[in-house]
């Protein structure tokens, strides 16, 4: 709302200077356009973190390394690419029981071992698979699936079209009521929305604990490219 509050000012000031050298201001109409493009996502990023706890900090780390190895070959094995299949950061810390904090020493439960896992999916059709056998390897914590297009930059392009054109027939047609014309466009300006969010995306939201059915739970829903246009017009 500030950045077109921003816009509008500048447009006031900046009209009458522009046309001011040649005798008067012009008047002008000024509208927003918008329009939005809902998109079916072909395309999936699966952030999990494997997590192992054992006495022995030797033994938690070798869990963990073959825990990792299991989910890569799952992936593998359903033709995601070596490249798309990532480790962003790794932690290992002492872990202690919390149920009883007033006991002294606390009871200590082990080392600690995670890894974030990062795998991006260019086909969703595998993607209830994946995470089946993701469960069905030992991991017992699956963060979030972000949905994605392949062609967001063509939505994208259509997106703002349309928003374009919006704003041209709003601007018409409130000229139209006053008895009067647009001319042409003197000013368009485009207001940076956020990367398309999900609409109607009921997949895996926040974390699957291991004995939740995972089962045909990943619906797609779609992804919303939107575009907000300012355009200002000659009035005649």
């Not at 006991?103 to 089946?132: H, N, Q, W």
């Not at 000229?175 to 485009?190: F, N």
């Amino acid at each position: 709302m500030k950045a077109l509050l921003s816009i509008l000012l500048l447009l006031v000031l900046y009209v009458p200077t522009a046309f001011g050298q040649h005798g008067a201001s012009i008047p002008l109409v000024t509208v927003t356009g918008t329009a939005e493009v809902l998109v079916v996502p072909d395309q999936a990023e699966l952030r999990l973190t494997v997590k192992t706890l054992d006495l022995n900090l030797q033994i938690a780390r070798t869990k963990n390394d073959d825990l990792v190895k299991r989910v890569f070959t799952l992936a593998a094995g359903l033709k995601v690419e070596g490249v798309d299949l990532q480790t962003d950061s790794i932690s290992v810390e002492p872990e202690y029981q919390e149920d009883d904090e007033t006991a002294e020493p606390r009871k200590f439960l082990g080392y600690s071992m995670s890894k974030r896992v990062v795998i991006v999916v260019r086909d969703v059709a595998i993607l209830d698979r994946l995470i089946t056998g993701i469960v069905e390897a030992g991991v017992d914590r699956l963060d979030d699936i972000d949905f994605r297009s392949s062609t967001l930059r063509e939505h994208s392009d259509e997106a703002r079209l349309l928003a374009v054109r919006a704003a041209k027939q709003k601007a018409t047609a409130m000229a139209k009521e006053l008895g009067q014309t647009i001319g042409k466009a003197v000013i368009i300006s485009e207001e940076q929305l956020p990367y398309g969010s999900a609409a109607n995306n009921t997949g895996l939201a926040g974390r699957v604990a291991v004995g939740d059915s995972v089962e045909s739970t990943v619906a797609l829903g779609r992804i919303r490219v939107s575009a907000r246009i300012l355009v200002a017009f000659e009035l005649h």
